[in-house]
């Protein structure tokens, strides 16, 4: 039995809407695929994003972080050398008094006499040299003299030696010189120096750690003491 065009048309048109229907779906189907990987790789960008900007911000934190303590320690270390540089100025400035001290004791000549006698004998001994230039200051020249000559023969009875000792009449200590003596070889290669300046050197060396503690009080960090 032959198809008349009305029946043709109809299995036509049923095979269109089929076709159709099929790639509604394929196309349904493809899109649903493509949200999906589409879904996926967003989330995998965000997850990535998110784990680069929570490290960025990590390692911003510990750098902060680090400066903050760099910053501490900066100020720590400037606060302390302040307090240090306060301290030496306090421990110079009575350094400097007592200098003016001493500058007064000379004004004592009895007193000043039998320091200079002290000084000069401490010195020979200390030399020990055939030939010995004591040199002071021009205005004690006189002291000076008569000390060489009290001391003389004490200082040959302690050494059993005869030295020859004389009193530079050429060259001075400087002026500003608190006073006491330098004692120098017969070729002034050797000197020992017993000015008061000195002498005080010396005893603000021996004494620093006393002076410290008691200007400052113990360090409590110090564990061992001498």
């Known amino acids: 039995?032959?198809?008349?065009?009305?029946?043709?048309?109809?299995?036509?048109?049923?095979?269109?809407?089929?076709?159709?229907q099929e790639a509604n779906e394929k196309a349904e189907e493809i899109d649903a695929k493509a949200e999906?990987?589409?879904?996926i790789e967003k989330g995998?960008?965000?997850?990535t994003q998110r784990l680069k900007i929570m490290d960025y911000y990590e390692k911003k934190e510990k750098q902060i972080e680090q400066q903050k303590k760099i910053q501490l320690s900066t100020?720590?270390?400037?606060?302390r050398l302040t307090v240090l540089r306060a301290r030496d100025n306090l421990v110079l400035e009575l350094l400097r008094d007592a200098k003016e001290r001493l500058s007064r004791v000379v004004l004592d000549v009895d007193t000043y006499q039998e320091l200079l006698d002290k000084l000069v004998l401490q010195a020979l001994l200390r030399?020990?040299?055939?030939?010995?230039?004591v040199r002071c200051r021009s205005q004690d020249l006189h002291l000076v003299e008569a000390a060489v000559q009290r001391v003389t023969p004490q200082y040959m009875v302690l050494c059993q030696k005869h030295?020859?000792?004389?009193?530079?009449q050429d060259a001075y200590?400087?002026?500003?010189?608190a006073g006491g003596v330098e004692v120098y070889s017969g070729d002034q290669k050797i000197k020992v120096s017993n000015t008061l300046e000195s002498r005080l050197s010396i005893a603000a060396l021996e004494k620093m750690?006393?002076?410290?503690r008691t200007l400052f009080g113990s360090n409590a960090n110090r564990k061992f003491f001498i």
């Open 44 to 47: 995998r960008l965000v997850q």
């Open 75 to 79: 100020m720590r270390n400037q606060a």
């Open 127 to 133: 030399l020990l040299e055939p030939v010995m230039i």
């Open 1 to 20: 039995m032959a198809l008349t065009d009305i029946d043709v048309q109809k299995q036509i048109k049923h095979m269109t809407a089929f076709i159709e």
């Open 173 to 177: 200590l400087v002026p500003s010189a």
């Open 163 to 168: 030295s020859d000792i004389q009193v530079d």
């Open 209 to 212: 750690p006393e002076i410290r």
């Open 36 to 39: 999906e990987e589409f879904n």
